[in-house]
């Protein structure tokens, strides 16, 4: 399995996410410019420029036309993907950190950092399909718990939000109210930061990668926690094979500590378990420095890795991944 080496960013990873029929691949970094790329030969397709900081994430609409993107620069960006163009901005008073569209592309889940004396927020925002009608209102504000929320996501038919961050508390709210309907148990929970959530592709189960060094699978609708997959290093992203019983999970020693040790002493591989059994299958090596991020090809025949290095590792699965027996 010889991955294909994609070199478009001058700045770590971020988040890497594909599109619906898995043909592109977005990445973000903290260049600024997001970039898009053909998902089975990598060659870069165009980039996304507009941004003034750090981005943190982006989602792409079911049908590949618009492309949402969350900045450090403190607005949310609306583009088109095939020309690239700048649709909407929405502008807030902190950073953006995490967007996730809403099934049916007519909602986007935003939130934002606790900066200045303001809280995070848990923010919904109405698309228009007309760009020209587009306004920045919120449908909904739920002014978020201690510390940043690193991640927001719909759940099933977009009943319910579920957001995990800093607190190392998963939280469900209702997209209609903002009221909280159920929080993960804080004795079987993470118990650091939790960096990375995510879903399964029928949303019935979704999996968070954490500090704490491990990723727990859980259940959408009860938060019963399902599985838990032990690491020997802090956990920066996750993702589910949409495919085979598998998860893989990506991290490493902090940044600030990569140049002082050897680099197989980092423990930078994504590393591939097996979803019921929790047992280690195998590990991918090659960046050099954390796995910052982590996506599967909706096909579940190829992965891609993106990490501290700059880099997005491409990686199209040899035939004798799909026969492994455990």
Same mark, same amino acid.
């Given at each position: 399995?010889?991955?294909?080496?994609?070199?478009?960013?001058?700045?770590?990873?971020?988040?890497?996410?594909?599109?619906?029929?898995?043909?592109?691949?977005?990445?973000?970094?903290?260049?600024?410019?997001?970039?898009?790329?053909?998902?089975?030969?990598?060659?870069?397709?165009?980039?996304?420029?507009?941004?003034?900081?750090?981005?943190?994430?982006?989602?792409?609409?079911?049908?590949?036309?618009?492309?949402?993107?969350?900045?450090?620069?403190?607005?949310?960006?609306?583009?088109?993907?095939?020309?690239?163009?700048?649709?909407?901005?929405?502008?807030?008073?902190?950073?953006?950190?995490?967007?996730?569209?809403?099934?049916?592309?007519?909602?986007?889940?935003?939130?934002?950092?606790?900066?200045?004396?303001?809280?995070?927020?848990?923010?919904?925002?109405?698309?228009?399909?007309?760009?020209?009608?587009?306004?920045?209102?919120?449908?909904?504000?739920?002014?978020?718990?201690?510390?940043?929320?690193?991640?927001?996501?719909?759940?099933?038919?977009?009943?319910?939000?579920?957001?995990?961050?800093?607190?190392?508390?998963?939280?469900?709210?209702?997209?209609?109210?903002?009221?909280?309907?159920?929080?993960?148990?804080?004795?079987? &929970? =993470?118990?650091?930061? !939790?960096?990375? @959530?995510?879903?399964?592709? /029928?949303?019935?189960? $979704?999996?968070? +990668?954490?500090? #704490?060094?491990?990723?727990?699978?859980?259940?959408?609708?009860?938060?019963?926690?399902?599985?838990?997959?032990?690491?020997?290093?802090?956990?920066?992203?996750?993702?589910?094979?949409?495919?085979?019983?598998?998860?893989?999970?990506?991290?490493?020693?902090?940044?600030?500590?990569?140049?002082?040790?050897?680099?197989?002493?980092?423990?930078?591989?994504?590393?591939?378990?097996?979803?019921?059994?929790?047992?280690?299958?195998?590990?991918?090596? &090659? =960046?050099?420095?954390? !796995?910052?991020? @982590?996506?599967?090809?909706? /096909?579940?025949?190829? $992965?891609?890795? +993106?990490?501290? #290095?700059?880099?997005?590792?491409?990686?199209?699965?040899?035939?004798?991944?799909?026969?492994?027996?455990?």
């Amino acid at each position: 399995m010889r991955p294909i080496l994609m070199k478009g960013h001058e700045r770590p990873l971020t988040f890497l996410k594909y599109n619906r029929e898995g043909d592109l691949l977005f990445s973000c970094a903290k260049d600024h410019t997001p970039t898009v790329w053909f998902a089975d030969d990598g060659e870069r397709l165009g980039t996304y420029r507009g941004h003034n900081g750090a981005v943190w994430c982006c989602d792409v609409s079911r049908d590949s036309t618009r492309l949402v993107t969350g900045s450090a620069d403190q607005s949310v960006k609306l583009w088109d993907v095939q020309t690239g163009t700048q649709l909407y901005s929405f502008n807030f008073n902190s950073p953006a950190r995490s967007v996730d569209f809403s099934v049916g592309d007519k909602l986007v889940v935003i939130t934002t950092d606790p900066f200045m004396g303001n809280p995070s927020t848990i923010q919904v925002k109405r698309i228009a399909r007309d760009p020209a009608d587009q306004t920045s209102d919120s449908v909904l504000t739920i002014k978020g718990p201690q510390g940043r929320i690193n991640r927001a996501v719909w759940g099933p038919l977009n009943k319910t939000i579920i957001s995990a961050g800093e607190d190392s508390i998963i939280r469900i709210w209702d997209p209609e109210t903002g009221n909280l309907l159920k929080e993960s148990d804080k004795e079987s &929970g =993470h118990q650091k930061t !939790i960096s990375s @959530l995510c879903m399964s592709a /029928d949303k019935s189960h $979704f999996l968070t +990668g954490s500090a #704490d060094k491990s990723a727990k699978l859980w259940d959408t609708r009860s938060l019963t926690l399902l599985k838990t997959y032990q690491m020997d290093r802090p956990v920066n992203a996750v993702a589910i094979s949409p495919l085979l019983d598998h998860v893989v999970i990506g991290g490493g020693q902090e940044a600030v500590n990569v140049t002082m040790t050897d680099r197989r002493a980092g423990k930078f591989e994504a590393k591939f378990y097996h979803k019921i059994l929790q047992d280690e299958i195998g590990g991918v090596k &090659g =960046h050099f420095g954390p !796995i910052n991020a @982590l996506a599967f090809n909706p /096909d579940g025949r190829s $992965f891609s890795s +993106g990490g501290e #290095d700059g880099y997005v590792r491409l990686h199209h699965f040899d035939p004798d991944y799909f026969s492994i027996r455990m």
